[in-house]
């Protein structure tokens, strides 16, 4: 079994990159699911996130209420500190129960953990290499706005405030440069695909 760590910035494409891996036989554990997870009623974190922040965010169906939450957090590091020390744990202990799973099923399984935080939050012990796609901040922030839901400031905001291409790409073992089509993304893929199978072999 291996674990690639798969990790970018916004709109540097590691969903396709997730997707296209899948395709070629990896398993693939979408942080962002987990995330949801870590918020359903009765998981520990949901408990403590309601304790910490309040029942204002705790929607009438018992649910956390994001939207809500998020504007607690939003623009106050110490705020958004205390909800990452409450969730982050928990996505890290629900990936590692994904991971431990999927050796039991396929102990020689490729795994692929998506996860926009996984430098962040410290969550490279679940992983035994880092693959990052990176893409430049003009065409980053035109793909976030092309997406919808944000304008070029807010996406140049978001962009800013995440760790720096850079400072991802001196801790990867792979990086994908996804400033071009489909087709080059897929080439980068699979001549990454190919050396990881070499390597194992």
């Given at each position: 079994m291996i674990?690639?760590?798969l990790t970018g910035g916004i709109a540097s494409g590691k969903s396709t990159v997730a997707r296209l891996l899948g395709e070629r036989g990896a398993r693939v554990i979408d942080a962002d699911i987990l995330g949801h997870r870590a918020y359903e009623p009765g998981s520990g974190a949901h408990a403590a996130v309601a304790a910490a922040f309040g029942p204002d965010v705790v929607a009438a169906d018992g649910r956390i209420d994001r939207k809500a939450l998020g504007s607690r957090v939003f623009g106050k590091p110490e705020e958004l500190e205390?909800?990452?020390g409450i969730v982050w744990p928990e996505i890290h202990r629900l990936a590692r129960n994904e991971i431990d799973e999927i050796a039991r099923q396929e102990p020689n399984a490729i795994i692929v953990l998506e996860a926009a935080v996984l430098l962040e939050a410290g969550w490279e012990n679940l992983v035994d290499e880092?693959?990052?796609t990176?893409?430049?901040r003009?065409?980053?922030?035109?793909r976030a706005v092309a997406r919808g839901g944000l304008d070029e400031e807010a996406a140049g905001a978001r962009i800013d405030s995440q760790l720096s291409n850079h400072e991802r790409e001196t801790r990867a073992r792979v990086v994908i440069e996804n400033a071009g089509d489909?087709?080059?993304l897929e080439l980068q893929v699979d001549e990454a695909w190919q050396a990881l199978c070499e390597r194992r072999s």
């Open positions: 674990v690639i760590g205390r909800l990452t880092i693959w990052v990176i893409v430049d003009k065409t980053a922030i035109a489909l087709k080059d």
